[in-house]
């Protein structure tokens, strides 16, 4: 991986620290659902570029978030991962990793242009059995809370990033749509 002279396309507005404490998370229970009000904060790196197999190059953006609940600080979700732009595709991917054995790979698009004032919006999804956007999980977590589904909506306008997440669960028995949400500013 190189970091000079690359160009990261959409991702470049990403780069940067961003704090946020109007977070939303909606998650399932035995007997219902929990909804958490919580601050985060997410770390944006430049990471250079990567030559996949000498015919695809990507730009990469490697990225942590921290989430704590706002009743008692806590930890309740970290997350690492890249953002990934292939400029000769169009395509934007996200990949990512959790403290719980899930990761996962989603594809999708974006739309606007930093360069010209538009905000940019990403999205991207990855679905269990998915020949191309997969979902990796744990024997633990495929037989007690399976990920069935993933898809994360993002708007980055000049320092407000707002995002919203929808990962479809098997868990308790039933299907869950848990969702995290959340506006943040640059620090």
Not at 12 to 26: R, S
Not at 90 to 114: E, F, K, N, W, Y
Not at 139 to 163: C, I, N, Q, W
Request: aromatic share 10%; net charge negative; hydrophobic share 35%.
């Amino acid at each position: 991986m190189t970091e000079q002279s690359v160009d990261y396309g959409p991702l470049a507005p990403l780069i940067g620290t961003w704090t946020g404490d109007k977070g939303m998370d909606v998650a399932p229970e035995p007997n219902g659902k929990e909804e958490s009000p919580f601050y985060e904060t997410i770390d944006f790196e430049a990471a250079g570029d990567v030559d996949n197999a000498e015919e695809q190059e990507l730009a990469a953006v490697r990225y942590h978030q921290v989430v704590r609940r706002k009743s008692n600080d806590e930890i309740f979700h970290d997350q690492i991962g890249y953002w990934l732009w292939d400029a000769a595709a169009g395509q934007v991917m996200q990949s990512l990793a959790i403290p719980r054995a899930v990761c996962l790979v989603a594809g999708g698009r974006h739309t606007g242009d930093p360069k010209g004032g538009e905000p940019v919006q990403f999205a991207g999804a990855a679905r269990l059995g998915d020949p191309d956007w997969r979902i990796v999980q744990s024997p633990f977590m495929r037989d007690k809370a399976s990920t069935l589904s993933f898809e994360h909506r993002l708007t980055v306008k000049g320092d407000r990033l707002t995002y919203k997440e929808t990962t479809m669960l098997a868990i308790y028995g039933r299907s869950f749509e848990h969702t995290d949400e959340n506006e943040l500013v640059r620090a």
